[in-house]
């Protein structure tokens, strides 16, 4: 797991060879005209998601996993604070892999919490799981996040 700004992504696009086309197109794309839903990038090989919601609680929030995709999430607007565990520490499945949508829940708690403003991005590898959509503002759910997932296939 990696959280940085948006300015720093050249450091990152060594470690992967689709990174360098994936930190582009959110440098490159007037993300705050994107409507929420899939937007095509790279074929399936990288697309983005647009998200746009109300956060939920951390109590609400559940930790995920994907095995064919690695995320950058970017958040445009809001603090997303992000739970997150090594998917390795993960006991308890909420839920089987569903591979047509790659991705798994669990009922595990999250290790840490990652206060993500705008601007800011978490990178989630496979081994990373991740509970993202969490805006607590005194302990509600009430916060207004918009941002944008970039999808980069594992291979």
Known sequence: MIIDKLICADR??????????????????DL???????????GDAIFAIVEACHGR??????LECHRRY????????????????????????????DAARDIQFFTDAPASWI?????AFCLF???????????????TSTGFIRKVVVKIAVE
């Open 125 to 139: 590898f496979p081994e990373d799981a991740h509970a993202p959509l969490v805006s607590t503002l005194k302990g």
């Open 12 to 29: 990152y696009t060594c470690l992967h060879p689709l990174f360098a086309r994936a930190f582009a197109f959110l440098r490159d794309t």
């Open 57 to 62: 609680s951390r109590a609400e929030a559940q």
């Open 32 to 42: 705050g005209q994107l409507q929420p839903g899939r937007h095509a990038v790279q």
């Open 70 to 97: 690695i995320d950058i999430q970017l958040v445009l607007e809001g603090v997303d604070e992000m739970g997150w565990k090594p998917l390795a520490e993960c006991l308890s499945p909420a839920t089987d892999y």
């Open 115 to 119: 206060a993500t403003p705008a601007g």
